[in-house]
Each structure stands twice: as structure tokens, then as C-alpha cells.
């Protein structure tokens, strides 16, 4: 039914506030009001204008209001207007520059411009605002650069991040696509990861939320890859999770998370903000 979620894959938050959820296991979007009241549907599931198939990743252009979905197993992004209208298709299936295989996440830059995590090219993929394809980089591998199925991406700074989920790591990246950093490995303890998938960042302080998917829990680091904190463990109560999926911020810092398994969205308040840094 509208209003019902199953298995919630990502959010964002639009200039009003509202939550804009993809509704995974419906093959929809669903607006929620910042006070969790529904407010509408969009899409259903099929391969034309305003359908989804499997939808995993949304981003919000917060000057525009229109709202990109990565339409995964259609293999391509759809635009819609802040109303929810269908605006356009970016990419198609294939390879080749501009072409998409499995996108999972999506991300604006300041100029409007839209990056792609494309997960079964192993590679981030730029479109202009017009859905233009504009470069690439990546490569399948665990070097510095390559990634084993990017997935989520957050813009912070002058610098990009992507979550690298085969290879348990978080790479930094200038917005030209040049390899800066990297943090993270495969385990349970502070700072590593199983199945890593969505990001966001915290506008203020420019921190890093990292949905660690497998370990049922979201941690956060500075821009510098510092672990800071962990929150979170497996189960169906208010502050556990079952599945993670993704991240996203609102202006005030409060994080709104897709708790997949347990089809259900959790707003949680920040623990560090501007008037609360972290030490």
C-alpha cells in the first residue's frame, strides 16, 4: 500500500525538508513530510517513463528540486521534477562512455552535474545536468582507484568519496577523478567494514556517514578517513538496524537512514554538530 515501504534502499532530503525515500521492493519513490506523515507516490514497476526496476540510489539537485533515481536493473538514472514528474532518462545498458551497467548510487555537484556509482562497470561515471555524459574513471581491481562494485557517493569539500564495497574501503578522489586517498578494510572493528553501501556527509563539518551494511550499523569519520564513532547493531528496535542501506543529512545534521530488512526509515539526531564538535 502507498505509505509502506519494503525494503527502502536510499533517501534525500529536499530544500523543504521532506524525506524523498526509494521504495526498493515496490519498484516507487515515496515523499514523506519532515515530520513522517506520506505524501505521495511515484512510479511503478516497468521499463518506461516514471517505472523502475529495482531502483537503489536518489539524490536531490537542492537548487532545481529535481530528483535523480538510479534505476538499477534498467540501467540508467531517471530525472523527475520537484513535483515528480518524468523529466528524462541518463544512460542506457552497456560499456561505453555513457552507458550504465547496474548504477547503484547518485550524487549532485555544486554545478549540477551528476555522478554516477556505476557498480557493474566498476567505474563512476559524469553526466552534464542535461544528462549528458561527460567522463569516467575507475577500473575493475583492489589497486588504488579500482574499485569492486562502487556503490555509495558523497561530495565533501573539493573532493569526492566513494564507498567500495568487494574491497571493504572508502576511496577519496579529486572531482577530476584522481585517486587521493583511501580508508577502511574488511572486519568488525572501529573504522572497518562488511558490505559497506551508502554515504552521505554531515554539511557543517563536511563528516563522513557510512551505512556498514553487513555489521548492521552507520559509522562516521572525518573528511581525513579519522574514525570518529559507530552507532548501532543488529535487531528491530528504535536504534538497531537489519541492513542499512544508505544516508542521508538534512541541514540541521539529523540523519535520515533506510533500515532495509526492517522496511522502515530511522531519523536519528546528530551526536556531534556544530555547537557539539567531536573531540
Not at 505521495?40 to 536531490?60: D, M, N, R, S, V
Not at 581491481?141 to 568487494?166: E, W
Request: overall charge negative; glycine content about 14%; proline content about 5%.
Amino acid at each position: 500500500e502507498k505509505g509502506q515501504l519494503k525494503t527502502p534502499a536510499a533517501a534525500a532530503i529536499d530544500a523543504s525538508g521532506n524525506a524523498w525515500v526509494v521504495d526498493r521492493g515496490n519498484d516507487r519513490v515515496e515523499l514523506w513530510s519532515s515530520t513522517g506523515t506520506w505524501l505521495h507516490t511515484y512510479g511503478k514497476k516497468g521499463t518506461g517513463a516514471l517505472q523502475f526496476e529495482a531502483p537503489e540510489g536518489l539524490a536531490i539537485n537542492q537548487v532545481t528540486g529535481n530528483v535523480y533515481i538510479a534505476d538499477k536493473s534498467n540501467n540508467r538514472v531517471e530525472e523527475l521534477t520537484a513535483k515528480g514528474e518524468y523529466l528524462r532518462s541518463i544512460g542506457e545498458k552497456g560499456t561505453a562512455p555513457g552507458q550504465l551497467t547496474s548504477p547503484e548510487s547518485v550524487a549532485i555537484d555544486t554545478a549540477g552535474n551528476v555522478w554516477v556509482s556505476d557498480y557493474g562497470n566498476n567505474r563512476v561515471d559524469e553526466f552534464s545536468e542535461t544528462g549528458e555524459a561527460m567522463g569516467s574513471f575507475g577500473s575493475e581491481g583492489s589497486g588504488n582507484g579500482q574499485f569492486k562494485g562502487p556503490d555509495g557517493i558523497a561530495l565533501s569539500g573539493a573532493n569526492m568519496y566513494i564507498v567500495d564495497v568487494g574491497n571493504s574501503r572508502v576511496q577519496e578522489f579529486s572531482m577530476s577523478g584522481e585517486f587521493i586517498a583511501k580508508f577502511g578494510s574488511k572486519g568488525t572493528g572501529e573504522g572497518q567494514f562488511e558490505a559497506p553501501s551508502g554515504m552521505s556527509t554531515e554539511p557543517a563539518s563536511g563528516d563522513l556517514f557510512v551505512a556498514d551494511t553487513g555489521n548492521n550499523r552507520v559509522q562516521e569519520f572525518n573528511t581525513a578517513g579519522t574514525f570518529l564513532l559507530a552507532f548501532g547493531k543488529k535487531g528491530e528496535g528504535n536504534g538497531e538496524f537489519n541492513a542499512p542501506q544508505s544516508i542521508a543529512v538534512n541541514t540541521n545534521g539529523d540523519l535520515y537512514i533506510p533500515d532495509s530488512a526492517n522496511n522502515r526509515v530511522q531519523e536519528f539526531e546528530p551526536k556531534y554538530s556544530t555547537n557539539n564538535p567531536p573531540p
